[in-house]
């Protein structure tokens, strides 16, 4: 009917016909996905993904097995200098320390402390 058995498209004809209609596909090199949600993290360590463009609508594929983590708990900042674990961005810490005059760790202290509430993290300091 629709030519031979083994059912399914050929990869390179799919990436064709997905070409002609305005869809680039891109794998990303991705070393962690985390999903937060308000009750738990969902935790990829080695998945693959996979990002769509159709016609400026961006989808990702994460395919993988996650593990399921406690809300919060799961590390893996990718914030330069960050300490490991740490969700507060660096720029929020540069700001809490020279807006209260203390060091970097003081101030990244004081964020966590205050859930990343900068202006609650500079009341605490000053």
Known sequence: MFGGGGGGLNPRKMEQMMEQMGIDVEDID?????????EYDLVFGDAEVTKMD?????????????????????????????DAGSSIP?????????RAGVSEDEAREALEDADGDLAAAVGSLE
């Open 30 to 38: 991705a070393e962690e996905v985390i999903i937060r949600t308000d």
């Open 90 to 98: 660096d720029e929020d810490v540069e700001l809490v320390a020279t």
């Open 54 to 82: 159709a016609r400026g609508q961006e989808t990702y594929q994460v395919i993988g097995s996650p593990e399921e983590v406690e809300a919060g708990s799961a590390g893996g900042s990718s914030e330069a200098g960050s």
